[in-house]
Nanobody
Framework: QVQLVESGGGLVQPGGSLRLSCDVS????????MGWYRQAPGKQRELVAS???????NYADSVKGRFTISRNNAKNTVALQMSSLKPEDTAVYYC????????????WGQGTQVTVSS
């Protein structure tokens, strides 16, 4: 059984910071990338950041310079450090794992709410 569990979400003021973490339990031997999507009510789910097993990072234009993704390959954990948060960052954030050869994420976490508001 594979499970992805996110933590670290919550309420933060504009300009503040949060760190999201995703812990993977169960064995996944062919991980290609891990990362984060987010989805606001009534909006499409969008890719926020990803990191491959080789350490290559990609970010959505809207978060470049503000978010940093990191991964511990040995532990199969991924974190998203978010700074200079804006109200438009408010969403449910979902951790994912993709595997070699897959066009879509293979596994998803349950999501963690991030709310940026005064």
């Amino acid at each position: 059984q594979v499970q992805l569990v996110e933590s670290g979400g919550g309420l933060v003021q504009p300009g503040g910071s949060l760190r999201l973490s995703c812990d993977v339990s169960g064995s996944i031997s062919d991980i290609y990338a891990m990362g984060w999507y987010r989805q606001a009510p009534g909006k499409q789910r969008e890719l926020v950041a990803s990191i491959t097993s080789f350490g290559s990072r990609n970010y959505a234009d809207s978060v470049k310079g503000r978010f940093t993704i990191s991964r511990n390959n040995a532990k199969n954990t991924v974190a998203l450090q978010m700074s200079s948060l804006k109200p438009e960052d408010t969403a449910v954030y979902y951790c994912y794992v993709s595997t070699w050869g897959a066009l879509q994420p293979r596994y998803w976490g349950q999501g963690t709410q991030v709310t940026v508001s005064s």
